[in-house]
């Protein structure tokens, strides 16, 4: 009953909304501006406005729980009873967000624009929160990009959701820095990148930090290779990370200088195909640490060599996502998600870094809706994510034992006005 009561209250204030917005639709108009010197610019972004009711408390969530990630673990009181089992709710526009485009004249064969982003998602520190900002270079088979975007290993083949999560913890959520090169001839489409770490950091001795991979003198290598032609769409990508998580270590009362480092290899295949109305999607991916992307996992320490220098061993895991849709203006959709944990790559004996090591799998089952006239959309997804909690054994290379399933039902309401 408390939970019919919610969804009522939530159903009210979300078409309250859609009834304002609907009635501005027809008022808005994009803006562009002529800046002289061959160059343009256009104004764009969205209003949104989120409600959301889970059936269970959870700590694996970000941006006041816009972003949900995976349901927290049993926490039981005294008498026994699970603290985390109670619903929760909140109500939140801090997703809308504002982004301009630049188009400049050409320098040589290339075609010079820019770009850039930014949101209210801050809402720890009551600022904007930098997402993209951007300078392409691009000709006629050949594109250069530079500066801050998504990570180049989600690659071109993403889901349709309507969660902020955006498919994580299955597949990565990361932006940062980087230098990007692609190639396109006919169907064949080749992409190299290297990228560094800034608003999503790896973790380590020291808590969140990028300073372990700049430490390592090294940025993170992606390549991705894959066909296009027409609503086809299938390849692959590899990522080479590596991480310096200490630059000294102590043995009694003195300090040794050390550069032991860590190095990780994640790869991933994918395809697309749509046929009319009805598109499907699918990504598989062997993942080692990249829990920095929203990914369950990390690396811990593995042995503690003679000297007192440690040496370190990363987690891997096998994730899989399918994402199906059917409709334009009513448009129903369907996400699955499913990750295994298959431990670490070898015995440790010190401490993880890292999140989620006592979760030996995790799934989501996720329904949606979508509505879409012009410029406004309303949205419904029933988010179902489930994670098996158990005994992490550091001794038999991080295998989880007797793990039990815990869920969370999250309904998720959102309007959205584009301009």
Not at 124 to 140: E, P, Y
Not at 248 to 271: C, H, N, P
Not at 291 to 301: D, F, R, T, W
């Amino acid at each position: 009953m408390k939970r019919k009561n919610i969804l009522l209250v939530l159903l009210v204030v979300v078409f309250s909304v859609t009834n304002l917005s609907a009635q501005e639709n027809d008022q808005v108009k994009k803006i562009s501006v002529s800046l002289g010197d061959g160059m343009s610019l256009k104004f764009g972004g969205y209003f949104r406005t989120d409600a959301f009711l889970d059936t269970r408390n959870n700590n694996y969530s970000l941006i006041d729980g816009l972003i949900f990630v995976m349901p927290s673990a049993k926490n039981p009181d005294a008498n026994g009873k699970d603290i985390n089992a109670d619903a929760n709710m909140n109500f939140s526009a801090a997703l809308t967000r504002f982004n301009a485009t630049f188009t400049g004249p050409k320098l040589g064969n290339f075609q010079l624009s820019s770009f850039f982003e930014f949101d209210f998602s801050n809402v720890d520190t009551k600022t904007v929160l930098f997402r993209h900002a951007w300078l392409k270079f691009s000709g006629k088979n050949s594109e250069w990009l530079i500066g801050r975007s998504w990570h180049p290993f989600l690659g071109p083949v993403t889901p349709t959701v309507v969660g902020a999560a955006w498919g994580a913890p299955f597949q990565p959520f990361s932006r940062g820095e980087q230098i990007r090169y692609n190639y396109s001839s006919g169907w064949l489409r080749l992409s190299a990148a290297a990228f560094m770490q800034s608003a999503f950091p790896s973790y380590g001795p020291n808590g969140k930090s990028n300073l372990y991979q700049r430490n390592s003198d090294m940025p993170e290598l992606t390549g991705l290779a894959y066909y296009a032609k027409g609503s086809t769409v299938f390849g692959a990508s590899v990522d080479l990370k590596s991480l310096c998580p200490r630059t000294s270590y102590t043995v009694g009362s003195a300090t040794y200088k050390t550069d032991e480092k860590l190095t990780t290899v994640s790869a991933a295949v994918f395809a697309q195909k749509q046929c009319g109305l009805f598109t499907a999607k699918a990504q598989g991916l062997y993942i080692q640490n990249m829990s920095e992307a929203l990914l369950q996992g990390g690396y811990a320490v593995k042995a503690v060599k003679t000297n007192g220098d440690v040496e370190y061993t990363p987690s891997q895991s096998l994730n899989a996502w399918a994402n199906f849709t059917y409709g334009k203006k009513y448009q129903a959709g369907l996400f699955l998600g499913y990750v295994k944990n298959l431990g670490l790559k070898d015995n440790a004996v010190g401490a993880y870094y890292g999140y989620g090591n006592n979760i030996g799998a995790l799934y989501r089952v996720a329904p949606s809706f979508i509505y879409t006239a012009g410029r406004f959309q309303f949205a419904l997804e029933e988010e179902l994510t489930g994670a098996a909690y158990g005994t992490y054994d550091p001794t038999d290379k991080g295998k989880v034992k007797d793990a039990h399933m815990v869920s969370n039902l999250r309904t998720l309401l959102s309007a959205t006005m584009f301009f």
